[in-house]
C-alpha cells in the first residue's frame, strides 16, 4: 500500500522549514521554537463509577460528572482563527478500557464515507491519537465520521523520522467499542441539525502490550484530539461533499484540535496533552491536575530536537556538542542542579542525554524520547 502521507503532513514540513528559515541566529531555541514548547493542556480522567453503555448517549453519572476539555482550537494554535463550532471531550477510564466522548456543533452532519480504514478526514471526523508511554513513538490512531465508520492504524514513529517509518494500516482495534448520535439528521441539508456526539471504549489490552504497565492510576498517557472540517458544496444528488475552488482542487480543511501542536501537524506526540489517571470514581471527589516531574526537562530535550532538525536542513549536519546549542542560562534552569547534559552526533545520528541521580532521558534523530527512572 502506498505510504499514508496527508496533505496536512506536507504543509506540516514545509511551514517547518520557513519557520526555522526566518528565525533570527541571535535568539535562543525556547525562543525559536516558542510555538512549539508552550504547555500542552493537562486533564484529570477520572474512574468510571459504574458500567458505560457505548451507545452515543452520554447519560451515565460518570459522563455527567466528568469534566470537559478545553475549547477545540486552530490546530496551528493562538492568533489563527477561532473554530466557528464548538467541540469538547471528555475522558473516563477503568481496568479495562479508557471510554472518550465528544460533542461537536454542525449544523449539517454528513458523512459519505461508509468502507473501514478508507482515509475518514475527507469527511468531517474526530481523530484519537493516544502514546501510551510518552515515548513519541508506537502510537495510536482512530477516525471517524459522523456514520461511525472507522479508520484505525498504529505508527511505529511520526512521519517526520529521516528513516522510513513503519505505519499498520492493517491494524484493527480488537474489540473496540464506538457509537455516534446524531442530533438532527445525517446528510439531508434541509433541516438544520445540533451536531453530532461520539462515543468510544478502547480496550486496555488492544493498546500494545506497554499499556497493561500505564493503564494504571497515577500514570500520565499523551492524547490528542483533532476535529477535520470542510468547506463543502452540494452536488445535484443532494448530497455534501468537499468544495472545489476554480483550479478544481479541494478547499484546504480546518483542523481544530485539543491541544493546538503549533502548525498543520497532529502527528507531534510531543504537542498531546498530558492526561493523568485518578484513582478518584467521577463524581467521588476531585484531584489537581500537575505536570510530571520531568516535564522541565522533556521541554529542553524538544528545544534541543526542533534546533537539530533545523540545523540538518540548512547545514546538512547535527550539532556535535552542548556548546554548539548556545543554551541559555534560562534554558539550563530547566534541568536538575546534579543533571549531567551530553550531545553525541555523527553524520546522520545523534543522542542527547540527560542524566542526574533520579532519572536519564535521552532523545535521538528519529524524535524518540526515552525516560529511565533510577531507583
Given at each position: 500500500?502506498?505510504?499514508y502521507?496527508?496533505?496536512r503532513?506536507?504543509?506540516?514540513?514545509?511551514?517547518?522549514?520557513?519557520?526555522?528559515?526566518t528565525?533570527?541566529?541571535q535568539q535562543?531555541?525556547?525562543e525559536?521554537?516558542a510555538r512549539f514548547l508552550t504547555?500542552?493542556y493537562?486533564?484529570?480522567?477520572?474512574r468510571?463509577?459504574?458500567?458505560?453503555?457505548i451507545d452515543?448517549i452520554?447519560d451515565?453519572?460518570?459522563?455527567?460528572?466528568?469534566?470537559?476539555?478545553e475549547?477545540?482550537?486552530d490546530?496551528s494554535?493562538?492568533?489563527f482563527?477561532k473554530?466557528?463550532?464548538?467541540?469538547?471531550?471528555?475522558?473516563?477510564w477503568?481496568?479495562?478500557?479508557?471510554y472518550v466522548?465528544?460533542?461537536?456543533?454542525?449544523?449539517?452532519v454528513?458523512a459519505?464515507?461508509?468502507?473501514?480504514?478508507?482515509?475518514i478526514?475527507?469527511?468531517p471526523?474526530f481523530?484519537?491519537f493516544?502514546d501510551?508511554t510518552g515515548d513519541a513513538?508506537?502510537?495510536?490512531e482512530?477516525?471517524f465520521n459522523?456514520a461511525?465508520v472507522?479508520?484505525?492504524?498504529?505508527?511505529?514513529?511520526?512521519?517526520?523520522a529521516p528513516?522510513?517509518?513503519f505505519?499498520?494500516?492493517?491494524?484493527?482495534?480488537?474489540g473496540?467499542?464506538?457509537?455516534?448520535?446524531?442530533?438532527?439528521?445525517?446528510?439531508?441539508?434541509r433541516?438544520?441539525?445540533?451536531?453530532?456526539d461520539?462515543?468510544?471504549?478502547i480496550?486496555r489490552?488492544?493498546?500494545a502490550?506497554?499499556f497493561?504497565?500505564v493503564?494504571?492510576?497515577?500514570?500520565?498517557l499523551?492524547?490528542g484530539f483533532?476535529?477535520v472540517?470542510w468547506?463543502?458544496?452540494?452536488?445535484?444528488?443532494?448530497?455534501t461533499?468537499?468544495k472545489k475552488?476554480?483550479d478544481g482542487?479541494?478547499?484546504?480543511e480546518?483542523n481544530?484540535t485539543?491541544?493546538?501542536?503549533g502548525?498543520i501537524a497532529m502527528?507531534?506526540?510531543?504537542?498531546?496533552?498530558y492526561?493523568?489517571l485518578?484513582d478518584?470514581?467521577?463524581?467521588h471527589g476531585?484531584e489537581r491536575f500537575?505536570y510530571p516531574?520531568?516535564?522541565?526537562?522533556?521541554k529542553l530535550?524538544?528545544?534541543?530536537?526542533?534546533?537539530q532538525?533545523r540545523?540538518m536542513?540548512e547545514t546538512?549536519?547535527?550539532?556535535d556538542?552542548?556548546?554548539?546549542?548556545r543554551l541559555?542560562?534560562?534554558?539550563?534552569k530547566?534541568?536538575p542542579k546534579?543533571?549531567?547534559l551530553k550531545?553525541?552526533a555523527?553524520?546522520s545520528k545523534y543522542?542527547i542525554t540527560?542524566?542526574?541521580?533520579?532519572?536519564?532521558?535521552?532523545i535521538?534523530?528519529?524524535?524518540?524520547?526515552l525516560r529511565?527512572?533510577?531507583?
Amino acid at each position: 500500500m502506498q505510504r499514508y502521507l496527508s496533505p496536512r503532513s506536507i504543509v506540516a514540513t514545509a511551514a517547518l522549514c520557513l519557520s526555522a528559515a526566518t528565525a533570527s541566529a541571535q535568539q535562543s531555541i525556547s525562543e525559536r521554537f516558542a510555538r512549539f514548547l508552550t504547555e500542552p493542556y493537562g486533564y484529570v480522567a477520572y474512574r468510571a463509577a459504574g458500567e458505560i453503555k457505548i451507545d452515543g448517549i452520554m447519560d451515565e453519572p460518570s459522563w455527567k460528572k466528568a469534566p470537559e476539555t478545553e475549547l477545540f482550537m486552530d490546530i496551528s494554535g493562538e492568533g489563527f482563527p477561532k473554530p466557528c463550532y464548538a467541540t469538547r471531550a471528555k475522558m473516563l477510564w477503568d481496568d479495562d478500557y479508557l471510554y472518550v466522548s465528544a460533542t461537536l456543533e454542525e449544523p449539517n452532519v454528513w458523512a459519505n464515507l461508509t468502507q473501514r480504514d478508507t482515509v475518514i478526514y475527507y469527511d468531517p471526523d474526530f481523530e484519537i491519537f493516544i502514546d501510551p508511554t510518552g515515548d513519541a513513538h508506537n502510537y495510536y490512531e482512530l477516525e471517524f465520521n459522523a456514520a461511525n465508520v472507522i479508520f484505525d492504524l498504529c505508527l511505529e514513529m511520526p512521519y517526520r523520522a529521516p528513516r522510513r517509518n513503519f505505519v499498520q494500516f492493517q491494524w484493527d482495534c480488537p474489540g473496540l467499542q464506538s457509537a455516534v448520535r446524531v442530533n438532527g439528521t445525517l446528510n439531508n441539508n434541509r433541516d438544520t441539525d445540533k451536531g453530532w456526539d461520539i462515543e468510544v471504549a478502547i480496550p486496555r489490552k488492544a493498546i500494545a502490550q506497554e499499556f497493561d504497565n500505564v493503564l494504571q492510576a497515577g500514570s500520565y498517557l499523551r492524547v490528542g484530539f483533532s476535529r477535520v472540517q470542510w468547506q463543502t458544496e452540494l452536488a445535484k444528488s443532494g448530497r455534501t461533499f468537499r468544495k472545489k475552488g476554480d483550479d478544481g482542487k479541494y478547499l484546504p480543511e480546518d483542523n481544530w484540535t485539543w491541544p493546538s501542536t503549533g502548525m498543520i501537524a497532529m502527528h507531534m506526540p510531543e504537542r498531546w496533552g498530558y492526561v493523568l489517571l485518578s484513582d478518584i470514581r467521577a463524581g467521588h471527589g476531585s484531584e489537581r491536575f500537575v505536570y510530571p516531574a520531568y516535564r522541565p526537562i522533556e521541554k529542553l530535550l524538544w528545544a534541543m530536537f526542533y534546533e537539530q532538525e533545523r540545523q540538518m536542513k540548512e547545514t546538512g549536519a547535527y550539532l556535535d556538542s552542548v556548546e554548539a546549542f548556545r543554551l541559555t542560562p534560562d534554558e539550563l534552569k530547566l534541568l536538575p542542579k546534579d543533571a549531567r547534559l551530553k550531545v553525541e552526533a555523527m553524520q546522520s545520528k545523534y543522542l542527547i542525554t540527560v542524566e542526574s541521580a533520579m532519572l536519564k532521558m535521552t532523545i535521538d534523530e528519529d524524535g524518540q524520547l526515552l525516560r529511565t527512572e533510577k531507583k
